[in-house]
């Protein structure tokens, strides 16, 4: 059922690595977001994307960045990961900037 | 069962019974509402929107009823069953703004 898919499901790595969380989207939507959830909490936008080479930070402050050079991939990057990112973190996409929007099942990160 | 959303964020219903869940939104400006549900390891499903020119919409077992005297929304569940237990969210958006707009939640659980 699900048309919005993300890479890895569970990531435990240790401080200062590199880190990629994948998202991608079949639904050819432009807009694209990436938030931040704490276990039970509310969800928080770090990212979002308008379109190809359109990104901007969300609403809560982020050390992550973005890319969108593919309508269907928006990849989020932690240069070093450190305890602090520990979190989950789910995509989404939607066809208006405001319109409902459809979320893959999160990335659960884990920095020791 | 009835729950005030962010100051009750637990609401313990028998299975069988109408469940409902309300939520406060800020932004009177806001036009369009969403409810999600989220089950624990997944992401946010869409379950039943309703724009600001309506009072009330039904879905499946499921109706959302919008007060926007008082910017108040609830999601109302009917003959609540076990499938239901997750934590529900309410979001809002105001017409151009980037993205929806989530509150804290409030989970459901379902006593058999």
């Known amino acids: 059922e699900a048309d919005i898919y993300q890479t890895p499901r569970y990531l435990v790595i240790g401080t200062g690595k590199k880190i990629t969380l994948e998202c991608s989207q079949t639904?050819?939507?432009?807009?694209m977001y990436w938030y931040q959830q704490d276990p039970g909490m509310e969800l928080h936008l770090i990212h979002y994307?308008?379109?190809?080479?359109?990104?901007e930070k969300g609403d809560l402050s982020s050390e992550s960045t973005v890319s969108r050079i593919r309508t269907e991939h928006f990849p989020l990057t932690l240069e070093s990961a450190r305890p602090s990112h520990t979190s989950q973190y789910l995509c989404?996409?939607?066809?208006?900037?405001?319109?409902?929007?459809?979320f893959g099942d999160g990335t659960r990160l884990s920095i020791l | 069962g009835e729950s005030v959303g962010l100051h009750l964020p637990t609401l313990s219903v028998q299975e069988g019974d109408n469940s409902i869940i309300n939520c406060a939104y800020s932004n009177s400006a806001s036009d369009y509402f969403i409810w999600y549900k989220q089950e624990s390891g997944k992401g946010p499903q869409f379950i039943i929107d309703?724009?600001?020119?309506?009072d009330k919409r039904q879905g499946q077992r499921v109706t959302v009823l919008l007060n926007k005297t008082v910017k108040h929304l609830s999601l109302q569940i009917a003959a609540t069953q076990p499938g239901d237990s997750a934590v529900y969210f309410c979001?809002?958006?105001?017409?151009?703004?980037?993205?929806?707009?989530f509150g804290s939640g409030t989970r459901l659980q379902v006593q058999p």
């Open positions: 994307s308008y379109g190809v080479n359109s990104t």
């Open positions: 979001a809002e958006n105001k017409a151009g703004r980037r993205a929806l707009t």
């Open positions: 309703i724009r600001s020119n309506m």
């Open positions: 639904m050819g939507h432009d807009k």
């Open positions: 989404a996409s939607s066809e208006s900037p405001g319109g409902a929007q459809h």
